[in-house]
């Protein structure tokens, strides 16, 4: 056996053992790289490791999008924003049957569109929605379910931090990206409002009442949409808008959502040094384990070309590659952090997608489609567990695997879609 076989071997080995273990994905994946490169390049793993920080994937500039992103999503947490957003929704849609879900399926919508981050949306939608629903009389199974598959939309519409790895690891423009995800990312969030309105028809909460120091007056439910729903939504279009059109790229989209963010923050009083030192740490912690993970990652040992023998030889169908590839990140997405995931597996999968001829937007947009299904994916299921961090101790993770359980198969049915019509994912 090779030294490149071996230093596949510890690195694979290492990996399983320190995230069963719970060690941070971004020292882990960079200590062991740099074990198994020294051990299999000596002292030129030195080298390297310069050229990758100064150069490659770290010096792409759709990267430098990321911590705009977070701080965006973060800010609109922490200043207590997306609270009353999820109090105007509720007022909006209560006359509706399943109006509170529906609101938190938006809610959480609005939240991805801000963050770009599933783990943020989940915990910033739990932490505001979840009370409500379970006291409103909604099971267990579909509260959890929802705020669940709400958050994972982060994972497959702008500004997707997903997208924002992916796209210079395979040498496309992130701005192209998130267009080609538009669709999709619309599609998913009606096939769960879909679900969800027809669930509730048969299955009411039971208690549908609405506390009366929660009713607020048509007129001034009215102001509270003009004055922050609409300038959100705003902000979301405008940060989009301005990629679709060729306005802006990446970066420039993240500072204008940011800047708007901090300004209605600012107008309705929200905004003090506190909060906004405590949204700088986040969005700091946060960029600094993306970035570790990304180095680790990028480490070259020479496994990367033994994966590429293995799955070039191959004999199967395009569409078997391709299931058995959009399978592979489903499970790996499982028990692996997503931004390893992708920088992992993407380089084993460059050469199959550019021998057949696939097109790399639309993959890309299939490959964060799957990583949102392995967001929900049990035995592990990271969404799920990141909900049960904020929820009460008598809420049994049992409910939450049986809540997100059908929005898995919905997941699977889009990405079904998009496969069949790549049309729908192309810029």
Request: charged content about 10%.
């Given at each position: 056996m090779s030294v490149e076989h071996l230093c596949l071997v510890f690195m694979f080995a290492g990996l399983i053992v320190g995230v069963t273990a719970g060690f941070p994905l971004g020292f882990l994946m960079g200590g062991l790289a740099f074990i198994a490169g020294?051990?299999?390049?000596?002292?030129?793993?030195?080298?390297?490791?310069?050229?990758?920080?100064?150069?490659?994937?770290?010096?792409?500039?759709?990267?430098?999008?990321?911590?705009?992103?977070?701080?965006?999503?973060?800010?609109?947490?922490?200043?207590?924003?997306?609270?009353?957003?999820?109090?105007?929704?509720?007022?909006l849609l209560r006359r509706i049957r399943g109006g509170l879900a529906i609101a938190t399926l938006i809610l959480a919508f609005l939240i991805s569109a801000c963050s770009?981050?599933?783990?943020?949306?989940?915990?910033?939608?739990?932490?505001?929605?979840?009370?409500?629903?379970?006291?409103?009389?909604?099971s267990k199974e579909i509260t959890t379910g929802i705020i669940c598959a709400g958050g994972g939309i982060a994972a497959t519409i702008p500004p997707s931090v997903l997208m924002l790895i992916y796209a210079p690891v395979v040498g496309i423009s992130a701005a192209n990206l998130f267009i080609a995800s538009l669709i999709p990312g619309g599609m998913l969030l009606c096939l769960y409002l879909l679900y969800v309105s027809v669930r509730l028809r048969f299955e009411r909460p039971t208690s549908t009442s609405q506390p009366d120091a929660g009713e607020i007056s048509g007129r001034t439910a009215a102001y509270k949409a003009a004055t922050l729903l609409l300038p959100t939504v705003l902000i979301v279009l405008g940060v989009i808008g301005s990629m679709f059109f060729g306005i802006a790229r990446p970066l420039e989209a993240a500072g204008i959502g940011t800047l708007g963010v901090l300004l209605l923050a600012t107008l309705h009083g929200r905004l003090n040094l506190s909060r906004l030192k405590t949204s700088l740490l986040y969005c700091l912690r946060t960029t600094s384990m993306i970035l570790f993970v990304i180095v680790g990652a990028s480490l070259k040992l020479g496994g990367d070309k033994i994966a590429q023998d293995f799955i070039l030889g191959l004999t199967a169908s395009p569409s078997t590659l391709m299931f058995i590839m959009i399978l592979v990140i489903i499970l790996m997405g499982t028990f692996v952090d997503c931004v390893g995931t992708i920088l992992i597996l993407?380089?084993?999968?460059?050469?199959?997608?550019?021998?057949?001829?696939?097109?790399?937007?639309?993959?890309?947009?299939l490959f964060c489609l799957a990583l949102g299904t392995a967001h929900y994916t049990p035995p592990v299921s990271i969404a799920v567990f990141l909900l049960k961090g904020v929820s009460p101790e008598d809420l049994p993770i049992s409910s939450?695997?049986?809540?997100?359980?059908?929005?898995?198969?919905?997941?699977?049915?889009?990405?079904?879609?998009?496969?069949?019509?790549?049309?729908?994912?192309?810029?």
């Open positions: 020294y051990i299999g390049m000596g002292n030129l793993i030195f080298y390297q490791l310069v050229l990758i920080v100064g150069g490659g994937v770290m010096r792409s500039y759709a990267l430098s999008a990321i911590p705009l992103f977070i701080l965006m999503g973060t800010i609109l947490f922490e200043t207590g924003l997306s609270g009353d957003l999820y109090e105007i929704l509720n007022q770009g981050i599933v783990g943020a949306a989940v915990v910033a939608t739990g932490l505001i929605a979840l009370p409500s629903m379970l006291s409103r009389g909604y993407t380089p084993f999968y460059l050469p199959i997608i550019k021998m057949f001829g696939f097109d790399m937007v639309w993959f890309g947009v939450m695997y049986r809540g997100i359980t059908p929005f898995i198969f919905l997941q699977v049915i889009a990405i079904l879609i998009v496969y069949s019509f790549p049309q729908l994912a192309r810029k």
